[in-house]
């Protein structure tokens, strides 16, 4: 595994209107584990992704990542260059099993990636790897249950699995918690973690217990700009932050 691309974004400014969601960010990533980034709602944190991902064009500013401009590269084509984004649980099939879920993520992307007159990678290759993910995503046990009958966490991990299918080095994401019940939220992190080791991992999480435990790094913004970055306990202690974001009751760790 590579985990060393390097993602950045440069002067990036995203507008809706006379509204401002980015202004003027600019951000590196690079280094395999997890880059968390908080802030407040309306921060603009999933705007970024967005950004990163290929789903949103900049108004002004540029995506590169290992130092080639991506900022007009479309969504599939970045996936093919190793950044992947988990989706939101209506990704999953919920009446096709675990496995078939793995198994068609992993198909689309074998068919997206090679001229039509080539033999896609055989069933049998893809069958394979299916069975690695459900194991590394802790549902080998579940396999060939409908997804419908997983539970929230089991479900995030399955939707992790589906975007693991396309090999990334960079994995976007966006609140990867929401909706995991509080006796999931551990189980839940020590896959993102796991996960974590050998890739770049953008994290989006608004739970700052789990955040200040896991990351590697922490990018707090506010009103769409970047207004601290360091270890969990730079952040901690930098003044803005705890007067902007976390609240004093941080303000003593
Ligand atoms: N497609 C859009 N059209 C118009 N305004 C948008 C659009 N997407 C986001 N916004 C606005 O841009 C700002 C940033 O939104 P964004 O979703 O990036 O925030 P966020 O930090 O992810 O917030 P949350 O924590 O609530 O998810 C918000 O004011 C939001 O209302
Ligand atoms: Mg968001």
Same mark, same amino acid.
């Given at each position: 595994?590579?985990?060393?691309?390097?993602?950045?974004? @440069?002067?990036?400014?995203?507008?809706? /209107?006379? +509204?401002? !969601?980015?202004?003027?960010?600019?951000?590196?990533?690079? /280094?395999?584990?997890?880059?968390?980034?908080?802030?407040?709602?309306?921060?603009?944190?999933?705007?970024?992704?967005?950004? +990163?991902?290929?789903?949103?064009?900049?108004?002004?500013?540029?995506?590169?990542?290992?130092?080639?401009? #991506?900022?007009?590269?479309?969504?599939?084509?970045?996936?093919?260059?190793?950044?992947?984004?988990?989706?939101?649980?209506?990704?999953?099939?919920?009446? +096709?099993?675990?496995? *078939?879920?793995?198994?068609?993520?992993?198909?689309?992307?074998?068919?997206?990636?090679?001229?039509?007159?080539?033999?896609?990678?055989?069933?049998?290759?893809?069958?394979?790897?299916?069975?690695?993910?459900?194991?590394?995503?802790?549902?080998? /046990?579940?396999?060939?249950?409908?997804?419908?009958? +997983?539970?929230?966490?089991?479900?995030?991990?399955? @939707?992790?699995?589906?975007?693991?299918?396309? *090999?990334?080095?960079?994995?976007?994401?966006?609140?990867?918690? !929401?909706?995991? /019940? @509080?006796?999931?939220?551990?189980?839940?992190? !020590?896959?993102?973690?796991?996960?974590?080791?050998?890739?770049?991992?953008?994290? #989006?999480?608004?739970?700052?217990?789990?955040?200040?435990?896991?990351?590697?790094?922490?990018?707090?913004?506010?009103?769409?700009?970047?207004?601290?970055?360091?270890?969990?306990?730079?952040?901690?202690?930098?003044?803005?932050?705890?007067?902007?974001?976390?609240?004093?009751?941080?303000?003593?760790?």
């Amino acid at each position: 595994m590579t985990g060393a691309a390097a993602l950045a974004c @440069e002067a990036v400014t995203v507008r809706f /209107g006379a +509204l401002i !969601a980015l202004d003027k960010v600019s951000l590196n990533f690079l /280094g395999v584990g997890i880059h968390s980034v908080i802030g407040p709602n309306g921060a603009g944190k999933t705007t970024l992704i967005n950004v +990163l991902s290929g789903r949103q064009r900049p108004s002004e500013g540029r995506v590169v990542l290992d130092g080639r401009d #991506i900022t007009s590269m479309q969504t599939f084509l970045r996936a093919r260059s190793g950044i992947g984004r988990s989706f939101q649980i209506t990704k999953i099939f919920p009446t +096709l099993s675990v496995f *078939e879920n793995l198994r068609l993520a992993a198909q689309a992307r074998a068919f997206r990636l090679q001229p039509f007159w080539r033999r896609v990678q055989g069933y049998q290759a893809l069958a394979d790897q299916a069975e690695r993910v459900a194991i590394d995503i802790g549902l080998q /046990g579940w396999k060939d249950a409908p997804a419908e009958q +997983l539970s929230h966490g089991d479900q995030r991990a399955l @939707e992790l699995g589906i975007t693991l299918m396309t *090999e990334p080095t960079i994995l976007l994401l966006d609140e990867p918690l !929401a909706g995991v /019940g @509080e006796h999931e939220i551990d189980r839940t992190m !020590a896959l993102i973690e796991r996960v974590a080791r050998g890739r770049t991992v953008i994290l #989006i999480e608004h739970n700052i217990d789990v955040v200040m435990k896991v990351s590697h790094r922490i990018i707090v913004m506010d009103q769409g700009a970047v207004l601290s970055i360091g270890t969990p306990d730079e952040v901690r202690r930098d003044p803005a932050v705890r007067k902007a974001y976390l609240g004093d009751d941080h303000a003593g760790a």
